[in-house]
């Protein structure tokens, strides 16, 4: 299993933003911190605002914000919204596997409810 860049992209924003919770950050140095699209990172801060983990800040002086501390966001939730976790193509939603009685889409299931348990137990403020 690989998280998209996106989800990666979304993680390190919080980080820098949890590293500098006394100010308001901009999108360009973010960016430019890590080496990323300005572009891109833009659509990343559209998806948190909307899921209320940063605030945005308008105007002169604007730029982003973590909405609350970082205790308060848990890993293995962030990931569950922003990653597609049907890993294969029969646990996609009404589709039933070629193969009867095949075990692997619940030893898969099985995995990555191991994967999410640690995320679950993770907090941003762990990764600081």
Request: proline letters at 4%; glycine letters at 8%.
């Amino acid at each position: 299993m690989k998280i998209t860049q996106f989800t990666d992209y979304s993680l390190r924003l919080m980080l820098y933003l949890a590293g500098n919770r006394e100010r308001v950050v901009t999108v360009r140095e973010v960016a430019d911190f890590y080496g990323i699209s300005s572009e891109h990172l833009k659509k990343i801060v559209r998806r948190l605002a909307e899921l209320g983990y940063l605030s945005t800040v308008r105007g002169k002086n604007g730029g982003l914000l973590l909405a609350c501390d970082p205790q308060a966001i848990n890993l293995g939730r962030l990931m569950r919204q922003e990653e597609n976790l049907a890993l294969l193509p029969c646990s996609e939603p009404g589709c039933t596997c070629p193969v009867p009685a095949c075990k692997l889409a619940g030893i898969v299931d099985e995995a990555l409810d191991a994967f999410l348990g640690v995320l679950d137990r993770k907090t941003l403020a762990d990764l600081i």
